[in-house]
């Protein structure tokens, strides 16, 4: 059969591959994945201003690539996305490395170092593309270029990516113009924090993780669902089936904010803010693609369901199902098993509502009708977790009496507490939880539990409560709702005498 050779034009394809719809953050995220993939323990972010010559590097101590290796992967599609991918392999399309580069910069020059192999450099020039018509992948780079690269030195291995001419970022800026400057670091910390939020996983990991730096500075990890808060609820995991894999689901329902610290619940609610944070969280061997949506199944993001987050993990073999994009910033479930997805997003949306909503009703109680108990229940991957009430009325009064400086020595006390209550037995029954609130109320020695109820008595006054009030109180909190006697001695006067002895 007779048949052309159509070559796409060099100067056109090149161009087309700039405006695929990266952003800064992403595309330093796509350059990064390829580190992760190639076994990196470090990876050094360093951005540069100098007006229109700014650079970016991004750095590795990954097994780096030999010469042949390293110029097919400058190739555009070095590698079809129908080919298999290991569970490490972060990318598809082969084609990160250059779009996200090209979305950023004209000149994109890599040098990398394979053990046992010497170090290579090659160099796309956008500008000399377009001239020549060619794909002509340059072997040696300017003086200029090579003191922006004095920092890549492996004794064993590495790569090296430096982005130069970045035209989209920086074009006709001033050096000594501070506001342009101002806007470029600005820049900088939307990569910091999208980076900590998309590899969290990879910094989080205690040993064989991944450490990243940003101009020196160690990036921490930012974990959506706040895993290390007491009054984080995880509810029952979910396994989905689809084609073979399983799609492993965990929603979480945040604390309200009045169970956080203002500086975590700040930090929690990152640029974006709580309320469009919510829904689905789409990982891929560990790496976020999707943060805070819910997947097109019909569902608003909504004030009242903004506690609600879900985890929900996907291999690289569902790229396709899941229409996973180049920039790896969306994707879509495929129809099998969006119902299941639509129903486990309507449980946690109920119950991140009632979470919301409660904290104003326990504001409004003021009758002993309606009892606060110290210890609150919640079930975590099949366990129960008891953790202490911060709105129970003591407690929330004696955090207020610490101090904005030191209630979180307050508060740390608590979590020893929380930690090592002995309650290994109580996971074999869920319904323990009121065994465990109602503990104090057994107490054999009635003249203990007197004191303490006027302990507490004395704090509530203290804290500015009338003794009535303070009264009323005492008489919603478990265990003294169970013993009107001790509440009597209050009103009879005890109280008061018990409230001198300062």
Not at 171 to 188: G, I, K, P
Not at 281 to 296: E, F, I, K, P, S
Not at 311 to 325: F, P, S, V, Y
Not at 427 to 435: G, I, L
Request: charged residues 25%; proline residues 4%; contains cysteine.
């Amino acid at each position: 059969m007779d048949y052309d050779i159509a070559e796409p034009h060099a100067d056109a394809i090149i161009q087309s591959a700039r405006s695929i719809g990266y952003d800064l953050p992403t595309a330093i995220a796509d350059i990064m994945d390829n580190s992760i993939a190639a076994g990196a323990s470090n990876i050094w972010l360093a951005f540069f201003w100098d007006g229109e010559r700014s650079w970016i590097s991004i750095r590795d101590d990954g097994s780096g690539m030999n010469e042949k290796t390293l110029v097919n992967a400058m190739r555009l599609g070095s590698l079809s996305p129908l080919a298999y991918r290991s569970d490490r392999d972060l990318g598809r399309f082969g084609l990160g490395l250059k779009t996200a580069s090209f979305s950023q910069c004209k000149r994109l020059i890599v040098r990398t170092k394979a053990e046992n192999a010497p170090a290579c450099t090659r160099c796309w020039d956008l500008d000399y593309v377009t001239e020549s018509r060619e794909w002509r992948l340059f072997k040696e780079i300017s003086e200029l270029s090579e003191s922006h690269l004095a920092e890549f030195n492996p004794k064993s291995h590495g790569t090296i990516v430096l982005w130069e001419d970045m035209d989209r970022l920086v074009a006709h800026n001033q050096t000594e113009n501070r506001m342009q400057q101002d806007r470029f670091y600005q820049r900088v910390d939307q990569v910091i924090e999208h980076n900590s939020m998309v590899f969290h996983k990879f910094l989080e990991r205690p040993n064989g993780g991944l450490t990243c730096w940003a101009n020196g500075n160690k990036v921490s990890p930012w974990n959506p669902f706040l895993p290390r808060e007491a009054a984080t609820q995880g509810l029952p995991e979910e396994h989905l089936h689809y084609n073979g894999q399983t799609v492993d689901v965990f929603p979480y329902i945040l604390p309200h904010q009045s169970r956080l610290k203002p500086e975590i619940f700040k930090l929690a609610g990152g640029s974006r803010g709580w309320n469009d944070l919510q829904g689905f969280y789409v990982y891929r061997n560990g790496r976020m693609l999707v943060a805070g949506d819910w997947l097109g199944l019909g569902l608003q993001k909504e004030e009242h369901c903004k506690l609600a987050r879900i985890e929900l993990n996907i291999t690289t073999a569902m790229d396709m199902d899941w229409q996973i994009d180049v920039k790896k910033s969306r994707a879509r479930p495929p129809a099998a098993i969006r119902d299941d997805l639509r129903r486990i997003a309507s449980l946690t949306r109920t119950k991140a509502v009632e979470v919301y909503r409660s904290r104003g009703k326990v504001l409004t109680r003021a009758r002993s009708d309606e009892v606060v108990f110290l210890w609150d229940t919640l079930r975590r991957h099949g366990k129960n977790r008891f953790i202490i009430n911060r709105d129970y009325p003591a407690v929330a009064t004696v955090r207020r009496l610490c101090g904005e400086h030191t209630w979180e020595y307050f508060d740390a006390l608590l979590r020893l507490i929380e930690e090592t209550l002995p309650v290994s037995c109580a996971n074999e029954n869920p319904d323990t939880s009121r065994q465990v609130q109602g503990q104090a109320s057994t107490l054999n020695d009635l003249s203990q539990l007197s004191i303490i109820c006027h302990l507490l008595f004395k704090v509530l006054v203290a804290s500015g409560n009338s003794k009535g009030h303070a009264i009323e109180l005492l008489a919603t909190m478990a265990p003294f709702n169970q013993y009107p006697e001790l509440l009597a001695t209050l009103e009879d006067g005890e109280g008061d005498n018990q409230s001198d002895d300062r």
